[in-house]
């Protein structure tokens, strides 16, 4: 087995921030009330949530009210902001594949790759796209940023 790819916090952080500000403007002016966070690995609380298996684990997580739902009371009241958070230690499992799957050569490229596609990912969730449509998009190819 590989030896997974590393990179430290703050580093992550902020790759994961340059990204995050990189997203297009025809994108990005859309993005409304969201704040993007890091952690390590998921909560036990997560896991539960979403059902995962002992082996299983996620990239990211989009939490809050998608755009599409959003009616015109929204925000009224001081809403509290949706979530992305990013999970640090599966993206860098994720871009070590990267490495071999994609034949990269340079290891912050493959952990760009696997933020930038994480991030689309639960963006995809927040501009109100369910799982098989995100899925469908990244399996097109459609979902480049």
């Known amino acids: 087995m590989t030896e997974r790819l590393d990179m430290p916090d703050e580093a992550f952080r902020s790759l994961a921030g340059e990204i995050w500000d990189a997203v297009p403007e025809k994108w990005g ?17 997560t896991r539960k949530e979403e ?21 015109g009371e929204y925000g009224v009241g001081g809403t509290l902001p949706d979530t992305i958070t990013l999970f640090r230690t599966p ?7 990267f490495m071999h799957e994609r034949n990269l050569k340079n290891p912050e490229e493959a952990i760009r790759e696997a933020i930038r596609e994480t991030l689309w990912h639960e963006l995809g969730h927040h501009f109100g796209l369910h799982e098989e449509e995100v899925r469908t998009r990244e399996r097109g190819g459609t979902n480049r940023f």
């Open 29 to 45: 002016k859309r993005i409304d009330n969201v704040v993007l966070l890091i952690e390590d690995e998921p909560s036990e609380d």
């Open 51 to 71: 059902h995962l298996g002992e082996h299983e684990t996620l990239l990211g997580l989009y939490h809050g009210i998608p755009e599409s739902e959003r009616g």
């Open 91 to 97: 993206i860098l499992e994720e871009a070590t594949e």
